[in-house]
């Protein structure tokens, strides 16, 4: 029979990494029995898991929080406008012939995805009891409704014909509540001239929008650009500039750059970026909060990991002096414990994922965690879910730790033989 156990036991061996197999009867008796090694492994077991999900979380988050913010402000203004070098950032910007060689060819260009023409101009809403400033932004009947279709709270967006002008208006609700107005209402606006003078248009109100960017409810209604030519002056041909929308938000400064180079000599790109620095650069600063939560959640993982690996070896002092006097390597014992931790961090991996990306998904899926939007300028905590970013989590969490548990695990080599076998 002892014979017959020696052979299954060589064949296993043979099957499998000898330190692999130690480690895992090692696992499985802990599992039954070791009261007092159970609650620390169960404690960095948790740890690990927790800290998981906040990283998930914490990263879909913002990355959520970004994407949503980029793209209110792209709706307002595209991914890059081409206007005038006369413009000089103001409102009142200068005439360009809509007959360039780039519109609207460019939409054939890879990565382009739209093209359509804009004009803008300073007006004053005016109503019986109360005025107020606005810039009207014009807009062709190549106009793309789909931001505004989605932010609409009341009414309709309007279509435009380019033989037709039409007097319909969109407001934003902060407009429309303070002027006290609502769909189908008639509303004037004094559009304010060069020379100073205001020159009134009636309106009716087609639409009410809300983005929760403020600095855009603010001022910004849309309407035909026939008015605009027409308070200006303009030929029907004539356009204060053109919006391009792309793709992908990373092909940005590529594309921007090309744009830039097959435009006229008299015609400047602008990146939405360039636009509203301030902007864009506190979004890019949500990345260090992720960067510093990852950090804090890394610790807390390595050292609960750490404190589990030493447990282990003290737990396991009499086992490592007889598989030290039987001939095996300090090296080779360090492994066996090395597995074991390993076996602990990828447990706590599992049920973080599981748990930290059930919690994503739920979020995704009924929004159930509401936020102010005047304040956080959303109305759901945003979630975006990236795989290669949650596969660079679990690969990094795991690396780190594991390296972090070589330095510990040099325990083992200390420990001598002859002490162990007699540790009590």
């Not at 480690?23 to 948790?46: L, V």
């Not at 109503?127 to 279709?149: A, C, L, Q, R």
């Not at 750059?257 to 620095?277: A, M, V």
Request: aromatic residues 10%; contains cysteine.
């Amino acid at each position: 029979r002892d014979a017959q156990e020696s052979r299954g036991l060589g064949d296993v061996y043979k099957r499998q990494n000898l330190e692999y197999f130690i480690s895992k009867k090692i696992i499985q008796g802990d599992s039954r029995s070791n009261k007092f090694t159970q609650p620390i492994i169960k404690i960095a077991i948790i740890a690990i898991s927790l800290g998981m999900i906040v990283m998930i979380t914490s990263l879909s988050i913002v990355r959520g929080f970004q994407e949503e913010i980029r793209n209110k402000i792209i709706g307002f203004g595209s991914h890059i406008q081409i206007t005038s070098y006369d413009s000089h950032n103001t409102y009142e910007a200068s005439p360009i012939d809509k007959d360039q060689d780039f519109y609207p060819e460019i939409e054939e260009v890879e990565g382009v995805n739209h093209i359509q023409v804009f004009a803008t101009k300073a007006g004053i809403i005016k109503t019986k009891e109360e005025i107020y400033g606005v810039v009207v932004k014009g807009v062709g009947s190549d106009f793309d409704w789909s931001f505004f279709n989605d932010k609409l709270k009341k009414g309709k967006t309007f279509s435009i014909n380019d033989s037709i002008i039409a007097d319909s208006i969109l407001l934003s609700k902060t407009i429309a509540n303070k002027m006290q107005l609502d769909v189908g209402d008639k509303m004037f606006i004094y559009f304010i001239q060069e020379n100073g003078q205001l020159r009134p248009k009636d309106f009716i109100v087609a639409g009410i929008y809300q983005s929760g960017l403020e600095q855009f409810d603010n001022i910004i209604v849309l309407t035909d650009i026939a008015h605009i030519q027409k308070r200006n002056g303009w030929t029907n041909n004539q356009v204060g500039g053109f919006e391009i929308t792309i793709d992908k938000f990373k092909d940005l400064d590529k594309l921007d750059e090309f744009i830039y180079e097959n435009i006229g000599y008299d015609l400047h790109s602008k990146t939405i970026q360039q636009q509203n620095p301030d902007i864009f650069n506190w979004l890019e600063l949500q990345d260090l909060n992720v960067v510093i939560i990852i950090i804090l959640m890394l610790v807390v993982a390595i050292i609960n990991i750490v404190s589990a690996l030493l447990i282990l070896i003290l737990e396991r002092v009499r086992t490592i002096g007889i598989l030290k006097a039987m001939g095996m390597s300090n090296w080779s014992v360090r492994k066996i414990f090395i597995y074991n931790a390993v076996y602990l961090i990828i447990r706590g991996l599992f049920w973080g994922n599981i748990i930290g990306l059930g919690l994503c998904l739920l979020q995704l899926q009924f929004g159930f965690l509401k936020l102010p939007e005047e304040s956080y300028f959303v109305p759901v905590v945003p979630i975006k879910l990236e795989l290669i970013n949650i596969l660079l989590l679990n690969a990094g969490t795991l690396f780190i730790c594991v390296l972090m548990l070589i330095i510990p695990s040099l325990v083992v080599s200390k420990i001598s033989p002859i002490k162990a076998i007699r540790f009590d």
